[in-house]
Every structure is written in C-alpha cells, then in structure tokens.
C-alpha cells in the first residue's frame, strides 16, 4: 500500500514563500502530482515529477527526490487566492501500464494578508 | 472541448434511495476513476474503470456501491439503500491510459455533492 503524510494546515503572508511538504513510503512508484483544490471545487493539476530535481513554472516549483521519498510544493510571491488545499498524490503502475493515483490528506493553506 | 463533465452537481436522497452519480470523461480519455471526498478529508480511490471492465476496485465499500463504464455513453457510480455516511462529494477523473501521451495525465470533474437526509 501507499502511506502518504503532509501537514494538515500551513498559514503564509501574503508575497511570502511557502514550502508544503510531503514524505510518501509506496512499492512500485512512478510520479507524483501535485494538485490545488479550493473549498467546494474539484482539484486542479499543478505539477507532475518523476525524476529528481526541481521544476519550475510560475510562481510554483515543485521538487521531487525519490531515494528520501520527498517532495515539496513551494509557491512564491504568495497571493491571497491561493488561499487552498494542496494535495500530495503519488502515482503507481499496475501490470499493463495502468496507473492507480493515491492522495494525501491534503495540506490547508491560508494566506494572510 | 468539454472537460470532465459530471451530473448531477447536487443530489439530495432520502436513507434507503438509490443515488446515480455519472461521469462522462474528457475527449480522448478511455478512462475513469471515481474518489469520495468526506468534508474536511481527503480524496479516497474507490474504483478504476475503462470502457466495459473494471480495472480496480479496491476502494469500493462491498455493499451497496457499484460502478459501470458501458460501451456507450457516461460512466456511472451507483449506490443503493444510502445512508447518512455517505453524504460526500463524489469526483471522477479521466485519463488516457497506458497509451495516452501523456499516460499520467489526469483531470477532474466537478464533482457531485450528495446530501442524504
């Protein structure tokens, strides 16, 4: 099974940086993803890693490091709608090359102003 | 070009009704997952469908739940004689599979908000 573990609430200034992390113990990974959601909306998709390093797009960057199963979302000059739940999610492959997608409990952001 | 369209968006169901939940995915997705999100939780898989088969269903409570994928037309996550617990919201997600490029590529519907009373 998939053990996924992110805090559960985070609260930032806005124009800040803030970095959400999430630590993931899985056989068989393949990617994780990375996924904003606001109160009552369906979850949009943020980033996808699979290799090691750090990808960057906007204001949110998001890296991956498989060997220390951990990665982290870090969104900068912070707004106050982005004010949302980030969900962690880790990706595994069936036979077949099917992939099941498991989430995190989700990390509560609030931005202050 | 329609994303994941999901209906109802709001369903209210009375203890022991049926409640049909359906998903059509995006153009060019083959393929649907349905998750349950209870308020204040996160998203729990409850079954992985292509068209015609169930991949996995692991997630899925033994009773009263079931899933289909017909050959045509959406998706359909059903659950008979509810309760009270399973008030959530319900999202689908489609994706390509194995031979999408990209296979990871996953998006969500709006989801469909069940309130039993």
């Known amino acids: 099974g998939q053990n996924i573990d992110q805090p559960t609430e985070m609260t930032a200034t806005e124009g800040a940086i803030v970095q959400i992390n999430c630590t993931y113990q899985?056989?068989?990974?393949?990617?994780l993803f990375w996924y904003q959601q606001h109160a009552g909306e369906a979850p949009t998709f943020l980033s996808y890693n699979v290799l090691d390093g750090l990808e960057e797009k906007g204001r949110f960057s998001s890296f991956l490091s498989r060997s220390k199963g951990y990665s982290y979302l870090l969104l900068k000059e912070l707004q106050m709608k982005d004010s949302a739940s980030y969900l962690c999610?880790?990706?595994?492959?069936?036979?077949?090359?099917?992939?099941?997608?498991?989430f995190g409990t989700g990390t509560k952001l609030q931005v202050i102003p | 070009n329609a994303g994941v369209m999901q209906n109802p968006r709001h369903l209210v169901r009375r203890r022991g009704q049926e409640a049909r939940l359906r998903c059509s995915p995006m153009k060019g997705h083959s393929h649907v997952y349905w998750y349950r999100q209870l308020p204040e939780e996160g998203l729990k898989f409850m079954v992985y469908?292509?068209?015609?088969?169930?991949?996995?269903e692991s997630g899925m409570p033994k009773e009263r739940f079931s899933a289909e994928f017909p050959k045509e037309g959406p998706s359909i996550l059903r659950i008979q004689q509810v309760v009270r617990g399973d008030s959530a919201a319900y999202f689908c997600a489609s994706s390509p599979g194995p031979s999408g490029r990209p296979a990871y590529e996953q998006y969500f519907g709006p989801g469909t908000r069940l309130t039993v009373t």
């Open positions: 469908l292509q068209k015609e088969n169930i991949i996995d």
């Open positions: 899985t056989s068989g990974f393949n990617g």
């Open positions: 999610a880790v990706r595994v492959l069936y036979s077949g090359g099917y992939q099941k997608v498991t």
